[in-house]
């Protein structure tokens, strides 16, 4: 459905040609590894929470690559993840990391993947890294953290400025720094520098819950990570994956609260129904009614 604006409302018809099925002859890094750079001392839940989403999106492997802490944590969570540096075919960034307060060491880290030029999801702590970004890239901020990334150009605005016009907002920054942004809020806007305007407005309000948007880079990740041949010659569907994401997302959290709260875990246990649901027949609209 078109919007006011030429604003696409992503639905579950088009998503499910963005979930990649595994095939007969896959092994698990033909279907794709996601490398993780997330959490830190004082934020090593993000981490958890991201490869957790990761893994229940449906990928081969997870390589989670962060401090000590953080990375027992994630094993605790899912040992199945593997701390051990190697290839991978997307990267995810920046969560539960602080750009302010962050070492040169992660600052490099962080460099480095961007180098690869793979496709990457840039979220949290790595936003202020996105012009060394050189692969097929999309942005995560929430509305604080675009006025952030703005702060310094020569248009800036404010969070809530942004907030109520996240549309116009969400393109103005795509041309800016030439990548796809996924604004988070209670509508998602993904705009991509090529064009592409896509809305999500199904998410429930519960998800305004600590943790939840780390969860949707897990999720985003996961679904790069399995289209990475495709996004070598094709960064236009970064846009389509973007929007699955958040609505993968906006499902697993419809499913996960049953009308009532959620917390951010709940939404990435829920992930594997929604996936399910997506390609069976989309969740029923009835559900939909419980933000
Ligand atoms: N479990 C984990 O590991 C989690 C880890 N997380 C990770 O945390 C990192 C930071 O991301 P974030 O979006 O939370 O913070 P950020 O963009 O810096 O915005 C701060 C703004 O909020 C405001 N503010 C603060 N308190 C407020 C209050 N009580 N009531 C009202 N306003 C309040 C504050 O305003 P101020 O107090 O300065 O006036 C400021 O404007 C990020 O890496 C993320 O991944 C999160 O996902 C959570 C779970
Ligand atoms: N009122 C709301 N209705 C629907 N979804 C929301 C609402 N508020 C926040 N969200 C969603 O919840 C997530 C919050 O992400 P974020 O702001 O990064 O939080 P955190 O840093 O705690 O993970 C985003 O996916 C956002 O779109």
């Known amino acids: 459905m078109v919007n006011s604006g030429g604003w696409l409302e ?6 499910r040609d963005w979930i990649s099925r595994p095939q007969a002859g896959d092994d698990k890094y033909s279907r794709g590894v996601l490398g993780v750079r997330t959490g830190s001392k004082d934020y090593p839940g993000a981490a ?3 490869a957790d ?3 229940r999106t449906g990928l081969g492997m997870v390589r989670y690559l962060g401090p000590r802490r953080a990375a027992n944590l994630v094993l605790q969570r899912r040992p199945e993840v593997v701390t051990v540096p190697g290839r991978v075919q997307a990267w995810l960034l920046g969560s539960g990391i602080n750009a302010a307060t962050r070492t040169d060491a992660v600052s490099t880290a962080l460099a480095e993947a961007l180098a690869e030029g793979l496709p990457t999801v840039l979220d949290a702590g790595a936003l202020d890294l996105v012009a060394r970004a050189i692969g097929p890239t999309v942005i995560t901020p929430h509305a604080g953290e675009l006025a952030t990334m703005l702060a310094n150009e020569a248009k800036p605005g404010s969070a809530s400025q942004i907030a109520a016009n996240a549309g ?4 103005r920054a795509a041309r800016l720094f030439d990548v796809t942004v996924l604004l988070k809020g209670a509508v998602t806007h993904i705009a991509s520098p090529s064009g592409a305007r896509l809305t999500v407005s199904t998410g429930p309000a519960w998800l305004a819950t600590a943790g939840s948007g780390d969860v949707l880079g897990g999720i985003l990740g996961a679904l790069l990570a399995t289209h990475s041949d495709q996004l ?3 960064a236009a569907a970064l ?3 973007a929007a699955t994401a958040v609505l993968l997302h906006a499902d697993a959290a419809i499913l996960a609260s049953a009308g009532g ?6 939404i990435a246990d829920a992930v594997p129904l929604a996936v399910a649901a997506l390609l069976e027949h989309g969740i029923d609209p009835g559900q939909r009614t419980t933000g």
């Open 239 to 241: 846009a389509p994956l």
């Open 232 to 234: 070598e010659t094709d």
């Open 53 to 55: 989403a990761a893994v």
């Open 261 to 266: 709260p959620i917390a951010a875990l709940d």
């Open 168 to 171: 116009e907002w969400a393109i």
């Open 10 to 15: 992503w639905e579950a018809e088009q998503a």
């Open 48 to 50: 958890v929470l991201g």
